[in-house]
């Protein structure tokens, strides 16, 4: 592959090369490989063809996790997300052993792989709020629970932040219509003070639905909020972290 050096920074086809910035800037690549239609007709690309089909599912389960949990991608990401849950995404799919290799389908898949999932590599639960949340996962709802505490020595603290939101987010997705809905519940601006804060509960329900699957994360956020009431969300959300819990 080829890179441009020269101060013209072209971007487009001439001929047989195509010129396009990359991350690491302006480069060239020439033309060529198979045809579009001898990988869709040749019968010796057949398990390509079963690759790209479920290349495609993979991509579709990752877009509607994001946009089913949009309420996290806006304030936890690191600029990885959406590749680390099309790769989630991926397994899911391979793990389906209901159907042949290229039929394989996210739905039928384990999504009990998603659980652990984290929506920022560079900051988690775990390594953010040292208090362990205590899980019900019940038939009809979800509790997250969390202990008495004082913020300022078991949460992990940043410059300019005074306050944290800790949220629990109910992401339902029908794969099989596509389809999602959310629905969170918040602890409201909490002070990261010296003071004990009283023990903490989140509930969510599980909506009865056909062909319907529930994933609960729970996010917690970092604000500043002024002395005249004004908040201020984290400019850099890789600090926020969010984790998926409970898949159903």
């Known amino acids: 592959m080829a890179r441009q050096s020269s101060f013209l920074k072209l971007e487009g086809t001439i001929g047989d090369v195509t010129f396009y910035k990359g991350r690491t800037g302006f480069k060239a690549r020439q033309k060529g490989g198979v045809s579009k239609n001898k990988i869709l007709n040749d019968p010796r690309f057949r398990r390509t063809r079963e690759n790209l089909q479920e290349f495609s599912r993979a991509a579709n389960a990752a877009k509607f996790l994001k946009d089913a949990f949009r309420v996290i991608a806006l304030k936890s990401s690191d600029g990885s ?6 790769s989630m995404a991926t397994k899911v799919i391979y793990s389906d052993v209901q159907s042949n290799r290229g039929e394989r389908k996210f739905e039928l898949g384990n999504m009990q792989l998603m659980k652990g999932f984290q929506f920022s590599k560079q900051s988690t639960i775990e390594n953010t709020i040292f208090k362990q949340p205590a899980i019900v996962d019940g038939p009809d709802q979800v509790t997250v629970s969390f202990p008495e505490m004082v913020p300022a020595t078991f949460l992990r603290t940043l410059v300019n932040t005074t306050h944290y939101r800790i949220s629990l ?8 219509e596509a389809t999602y809905s959310a629905d969170a519940v918040t602890s409201g601006e909490l002070p990261i003070s010296v003071e004990e804060q009283p ?4 509930t969510l329900p599980k909506p009865a639905a056909p062909d319907t699957h529930h994933f609960f994360a729970l996010a917690l956020e970092y604000l500043q909020v002024l002395e005249n009431g004004s908040k201020y969300d984290l400019y850099d959300l890789t600090q926020n972290p969010a984790t998926i819990l409970v898949v159903s």
Do not use: D, E, G, P
């Not at 997300?81 to 099309?86: C, E, G, P």
């Not at 987010?169 to 099989?176: K, L, T």
């Not at 023990?199 to 989140?202: E, G, I, K, P, V």
């Open 81 to 86: 997300l959406h590749n680390r849950l099309y």
């Open 169 to 176: 987010i109910r992401a339902s997705i029908n794969f099989v």
């Open 199 to 202: 023990a903490l509960t989140l």
